[in-house]
């Protein structure tokens, strides 16, 4: 099996990122107001939802005060923001996301299985609202974040819920034992993507893998479906594969 090294990001491709995300104070501001309706629509809804599982309630509003207190909308040129990506060899532009609410990931992850006796990982976990509604499902959930900062602003409050968050590379993750595993790589580069995806053929035969926006284009990749849900940012489309490798060939 062919290796994927990652190269490194040059200083230049990432302020070039940093200044697409430089808008004019109309458009900004357009952005910022649908940006709140959003927010009030799926932050209603998940609390809803929250109603069922009390015991959830707790990390959540955690989530909620990691976000208010340093939107996950901006990233900075920090040290440890430049350290993280040159480590990876990801560019800046792969690290401004948005979030998936509550709703949207139970919507997708009962079409894909999700349940009690399901392991849940989520790969480039933000700060693990994705993770909350695997526990709302009754599964073991864990996700993989590359900024520290997310993790550790989140990771105990997690822990209380039975979830585990840790800092490190998506593309280096344990999948063995995964029956699903989540990634929103809407705004990945392709390197970033075969790299992602030559870690999911350490999947088990059978694992659900669940992908925003852009199907996986490999072989032993089966599409099953695919669903449009709203996020954070809008409505984009969700597809369910199975993980099913080619049988290996008798001598």
Same mark, same amino acid.
């Given at each position: 099996? =062919? ?32 940006? +709140?309706?959003?927010? +009030? ?8 939802? @929250? ?8 990390? /959540? ?11 996950? /909308? ?14 990876? $060899? ?33 790969? $480039? ?13 009754? &599964?073991? &959930?864990? $996700?993989?974040?590359? @900024? ?10 997690? &822990? ?8 490190? =590379? ?7 034992? &995964? ?29 659900? @893998? ?5 199907? *996986?284009?490999? =072989? ?6 695919? %669903? ?11 597809? *369910? %594969? ?10």
């Amino acid at each position: 099996m =062919d290796v994927v090294t990652p190269s490194r990001p040059s200083q230049k491709e990432d302020e070039e990122d940093l200044a697409a995300f430089e808008l004019p104070f109309l458009q900004r501001l357009v952005v910022q107001l649908w940006a +709140l309706v959003l927010g +009030l629509v799926t932050r209603l809804t998940d609390g809803v939802l @929250l109603l069922w599982r009390p015991g959830l309630v707790r990390p /959540y509003l955690g989530i909620w005060l990691a976000e208010r207190l340093r939107s996950p /909308y901006r990233a900075r040129r920090s040290f440890e923001v430049v350290r993280a990506l040159r480590a990876t $060899g990801q560019r800046m532009r792969e690290l401004i996301y948005g979030e998936t609410p509550l709703l949207s990931a139970l919507w997708v992850f009962r079409r894909a299985g999700v349940g009690p006796g399901s392991r849940v990982v989520d790969l $480039g976990a933000g700060r693990g609202r994705v993770l909350l509604a695997a526990r709302w499902l009754g &599964a073991e &959930a864990r $996700g993989v974040e590359l @900024l520290a900062e997310h993790v550790k602003s989140v990771a105990h409050g997690l &822990a209380s819920a039975g979830i585990t968050l840790v800092e490190g =590379d998506a593309a280096q993750a344990d999948l063995t034992d &995964a029956t699903h595993v989540f990634t929103n790589w809407l705004a990945l580069t392709p390197e970033t993507k075969a790299r992602l995806v030559a870690r999911f053929r350490t999947c088990a035969p059978g694992t659900r @893998l669940l992908t925003v926006m852009h199907p *996986i284009e490999a =072989d032993g990749f089966v599409r099953l479906s695919g %669903h449009r849900v709203l996020f954070t940012w809008g409505v984009e489309r969700v597809w *369910i %594969h199975e993980y099913r490798p080619a049988s290996p060939t008798a001598d």
